[in-house]
């Protein structure tokens, strides 16, 4: 069974940086076969894809917010992580990470599995 | 503005046939899928490929798809059902996901 957790502050005041990790359990993340991704969701409305990592070190990021994104992997531990730079209220949401399992595919997937979310607020 | 096109809100008697659709101009070209959330909880993968059905998704639960428009069928819905449902496709480059606005569907 495939696990992810997502782990971070639960609030980061505006202009800072937001910091999220995923940990995976049941399977690994370097495994070829899938690509790691990010997801938030603004409180009441619907998801909005941020980036994904392939388990070469890939990555591909919404356009919107491309800039602002970094994410990175740490093997040894089979973990995933985002980092979001100058945050503002508008990056209040809640955050989830999941697996797309489209292998070598260049084209999207979907998300068969999904952390809980972390819900993050943006506020001084 | 979404590339993926979904009607706000869906309601049906329970026992009935809920449709919803997801319109957008990549869907001739890649595939659809499709998420159940329901409040408080992540979303589930319940269609793939416009038409596949994960394991231990319910057969009541089915997706097809014709030109622009893809269609996820729930017959018989039952209370357990009600739900937020996307659709997620890729950009109009095919680059990365998009998802749909959203459905909200409520058994009545």
């Known amino acids: 069974q495939v696990l992810l957790q997502e782990s971070g502050p639960g609030v980061v005041k505006p202009s800072q940086t937001l910091s999220l990790t995923c940990t995976v359990s049941?399977?690994?993340?370097?495994?070829?076969?899938?690509?790691w991704s990010w997801i938030r969701q603004h409180p009441g409305k619907g998801l909005e894809w941020i980036g994904y990592?392939?388990?070469?070190?890939?990555?591909y990021c919404n356009p919107s917010l491309k800039s602002r994104i970094i994410i990175s992997k740490d093997t040894s531990k089979n973990q995933f992580s985002l980092i979001l730079s100058s945050v503002t209220a508008a990056d209040t949401a809640v955050y989830y990470c999941?697996?797309?399992?489209?292998?070598?595919?260049?084209?999207?997937?979907?998300?068969?599995?999904w952390g809980q979310g972390i819900l993050v607020t943006v506020s001084s | 503005s979404y590339e993926l096109t979904q009607t706000p809100s869906v309601s049906v008697s329970p026992g009935q046939t809920a449709r919803i659709t997801c319109s957008g101009d990549?869907?001739?070209?890649?595939?659809a899928y499709w998420y159940q959330q329901k409040p408080g909880q992540a979303p589930v993968l319940v269609i793939y490929k416009d038409n596949e059905r994960p394991s231990g998704i319910p057969e009541r639960l089915s997706g097809s798809s014709s030109g622009t428009t893809v269609t996820l069928t729930i017959s018989g819905v039952q209370a357990e059902d009600e739900a937020d449902y996307y659709c997620q496709s890729a950009d109009s480059s095919g680059s990365y996901p998009v998802f749909g606005g959203g459905t909200k569907l409520t058994v009545l």
């Open positions: 990549i869907l001739p070209k890649e595939y």
């Open positions: 049941g399977g690994s993340i370097s495994s070829g076969a899938y690509w």
């Open positions: 999941a697996r797309d399992p489209r292998g070598s595919s260049s084209e999207p997937g979907c998300f068969d599995y």
């Open positions: 990592m392939h388990y070469t070190g890939r990555t």
